[in-house]
């Protein structure tokens, strides 16, 4: 699995979200799944998705899936 | 590691919850972060009682859970920086096994198996004479510290 479905596939995950929704256009608070909590459990998964430990900024910068894709690159991941 | 118990007085400290509602009397061992255990004195005096119910008299699940949750709580508040900060519940799943009666002691166990910015996995079970009365997986969180990490929006405050 390439590193762009690993991607979209934790954001379906995350939010048990049914494959007619377009991950691309989520944003926090877009959908009631991608709340507070929603928020949290993304971020842990992509942590141990891709072995990484965020800081607190890009956390909370991480507002939308394609803001997700551009802080991602700081952590060596490209998508 | 650090284990230490907390009496009446001492555990208020660490649980902000209050009369009716503080539902621990006694902190038996704690190590902050990992677990605590302890538990409840239930006698007749209970406020809830008499009218739960007027013809068989039993603690109400929904307090049962109330006092698995406070008890985790204490697991993670008794953590450095963190005493006194108030939780909020925030996903239960619990299951009952058996009523809890007047003149019983419930015994209380609640372990954490997550905590990360803000945000507390855990379990808990109840019990009276080793018997389990009720059972539940828990997330709670300090929502002084999970809104730290939260994007611009609605629930920010």
């Known amino acids: 699995m390439s590193n762009i479905e690993k991607y979209k596939q934790a954001f379906v995950e995350s939010f048990s979200?049914?494959?007619?929704?377009?991950?691309?256009?989520?944003?926090?608070q877009s959908i009631a799944e991608w709340d507070s909590v929603g928020h949290m459990g993304l971020i842990a998964n992509l942590e141990e998705v891709f072995d990484i430990m965020m800081d607190m900024e890009d956390i909370i910068d991480?507002?939308?899936?394609?803001?997700?894709i551009d802080i991602l690159k700081k952590y060596q991941v490209d998508l | 590691m650090e284990k230490f118990s907390l009496d009446c007085t001492e555990l208020q400290e660490y649980q902000p919850n209050r009369y009716p509602?503080?539902?621990i009397d006694h902190v038996e061992e704690v190590v902050p972060g990992k677990y605590a255990f302890g538990h409840k004195n239930l006698t007749f005096n209970e406020w809830y009682f008499p009218e739960h119910f007027p013809e068989g008299?039993?603690?109400?699940?929904?307090?049962?859970l109330e006092a698995l949750a406070q008890m985790l709580t204490v697991a993670i508040t008794t953590q450095e920086g963190l005493k006194g900060k108030v939780t909020h519940a925030l996903q239960h799943l619990v299951r009952f096994k058996r009523e809890i009666l007047p003149g019983e002691r419930l015994d209380i166990h609640a372990e954490v198996l997550s905590w990360k910015r803000g945000i507390c996995k855990g379990k808990g079970t109840a019990s009276v004479n080793g018997e389990v009365a009720c059972e539940a997986e828990m997330m709670i969180t300090i929502p002084e510290i999970l809104e730290q990490y939260l994007p611009p929006g609605k629930d920010k405050k």
């Open chain 1, 17 to 28: 979200l049914s494959s007619d929704v377009n991950v691309q256009e989520l944003a926090y």
């Open chain 1, 62 to 68: 991480f507002g939308s899936y394609e803001i997700g």
């Open chain 2, 21 to 23: 509602f503080l539902m």
């Open chain 2, 57 to 64: 008299h039993n603690m109400p699940g929904a307090l049962q």
